[in-house]
């Protein structure tokens, strides 16, 4: 299965979300229901470390804490952008949700992440769109922000690649508790 770890967002925030979508000739903006912000991508494993994984999961221990986007970013390789994010306030909350969860996922035997935590919520791969339009567009929604919501579990998804788009399946929520 290919795996990853993700917090999922309240309607309200989504909806916020999906009323940024549109206008952007040339990109594919992510469908609404699949809106997500990844806490460690895992990737594919065989049954047996899933179990495993799930078990580092379920004995990690952490508080509810809120959750804030506000403003918009890009990634970029190869000198081309790939993919329009929104940006998660790095707050310690999050930081430390984070950090538990890639504790766990080392002792249980997956190579260490080397790409430091950047929290974001993708809205749209760019690889096709024109950059003075991107530019534009994240100057014309800079000021945008969501109130906090307060974060109070965590999830493991699976995701199917597809031609138009993953899906991505709940298999285990876990409850954050103070
Ligand atoms: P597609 O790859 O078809 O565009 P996707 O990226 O939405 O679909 P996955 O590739 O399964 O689906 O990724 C699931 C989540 O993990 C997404 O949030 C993705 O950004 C993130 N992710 C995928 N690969 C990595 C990686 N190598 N490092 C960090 N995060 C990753
Ligand atoms: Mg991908």
């Known amino acids: 299965m290919r795996l990853f770890v993700a917090l999922e967002l309240p309607p309200e925030v989504k909806d916020r979300l999906a009323s940024l979508a549109g206008g952007l000739p040339g990109v594919r903006w992510v469908r609404p229901e699949n809106y997500h912000l990844t806490l460690r991508f895992i990737g594919e494993v065989p049954g047996h470390l899933a179990e495993e994984l799930d078990l580092a999961l379920a004995a990690i221990r952490a508080k509810p804490f809120p959750l804030s986007l506000s403003g918009l970013g890009t990634f970029e390789k190869g000198g081309r952008v790939q993919s329009l994010h929104v940006v ?36 749209a791969r760019t690889e ?49 508790a103070a």
Do not use: C, W
Request: glycine share 6%; hydrophobic share 40%; proline share 7%.
């Open 128 to 176: 096709g769109a024109a950059l003075p339009k991107l530019a534009g567009f994240i100057q014309a929604h800079n000021l945008f922000r969501t109130e906090p919501v307060m974060v109070e579990r965590f999830v493991l998804y699976s995701s199917q690649l597809g031609k138009e788009a993953a899906v991505y399946t709940p298999e285990v929520e876990y409850d954050l």
């Open 88 to 123: 998660a306030e790095r707050t310690p909350g999050l930081a430390h949700l984070q950090s538990k969860i890639e504790t766990a996922l080392q002792r249980s035997g997956l190579p260490a992440e080397r790409k430091r935590f950047a929290p974001h919520v993708t809205l």
